[in-house]
């Protein structure tokens, strides 16, 4: 069965540190892949997105992604933290080349961000 | 351009009783989803429509949820009757026709069964 592994529930890192994320998938083929971040009492925001090529991705505010095959995992990277980073973060996959199918989450890493 | 709308943002009720959410998604967006968002985990699929069909609603306790997506634009999700398990946020989201189109979620109902 399809599904994401996302090994650390928190994390806390300190402002201006840098920040990885990780995220595992398990999946037939190689899947779409998604990074999305939600703070408290609001929705889900798409930071990046990977569906084939480049395998550096580069997001919005600042955040990046490597996709590594070998490793089935889609990482996300953030070379220096600001406070109002400080949220959940989603890795999230779905079936390639399948229009509309739903996306499959991780369990999420709260980050917390020390001054 | 708007984002996807719901409402209300939060509900109290107690068990066995009946609730229901609203969403509006993006103009123009074929494809709406419910998910149900249970505390310290990700998202998961309840249901999925594509204009005012079921693509996909192999996850929805259907005894006590039902949703319908009338004239394929706003959405209501119902449940009837409430457990406490039920105690979530339910998200709504909405995304265009291709496969690689970005799924927009809205902020989301958090309800809570006492």
């Known amino acids: 069965a399809q599904s994401v592994t996302q090994p650390d529930i928190h994390i806390t890192v300190s402002e201006g540190a840098s920040l990885e994320l990780r995220c595992n998938y398990s999946?037939?083929?190689?899947?779409?892949l998604f990074w999305y971040v939600q703070s408290p009492g609001q929705g889900l925001q798409l930071l990046l997105k990977?569906?084939?090529?480049?395998?550096l991705v580069q997001g919005i505010k600042g955040f990046e992604a490597e996709f590594k095959r070998s490793q089935s995992s889609f990482n996300l990277r953030k070379p220096s933290v600001h406070w109002s980073d400080a949220a959940e973060y989603f890795c999230?996959?779905?079936?390639?080349?399948?229009?509309?199918?739903?996306?499959?989450f991780g369990k999420g890493t709260t980050l917390s961000v020390s001054s | 351009e708007a984002g996807v709308a719901q409402s209300p943002r939060y509900k109290i009720i107690e068990k066995r009783q009946s609730v229901a959410f609203w969403c509006n998604p993006i103009s123009g967006h074929a494809t709406l989803y419910w998910y149900q968002q249970i505390l310290g985990q990700g998202p998961k699929l309840l249901i999925q429509?594509?204009?005012?069909?079921?693509?996909?609603d192999s996850q929805l306790p259907k005894d006590r949820f039902s949703a319908e997506r009338l004239k394929g634009v706003d959405s209501t999700l119902k449940i009837q009757p409430a457990k406490l398990e039920d105690s979530a946020v339910y998200l709504c989201?909405?995304?265009?026709?291709?496969?690689?189109?970005?799924?927009?979620f809205g902020p989301g109902t958090r309800l809570t069964v006492l």
């Open positions: 990977y569906f084939s090529g480049d395998t």
């Open positions: 989201a909405s995304r265009g026709l291709l496969s690689t189109d970005t799924q927009y």
């Open positions: 429509f594509q204009n005012n069909g079921v693509v996909d």
């Open positions: 999230a996959v779905a079936p390639p080349n399948q229009a509309g199918t739903a996306l499959i």
């Open positions: 999946y037939g083929a190689t899947p779409y």
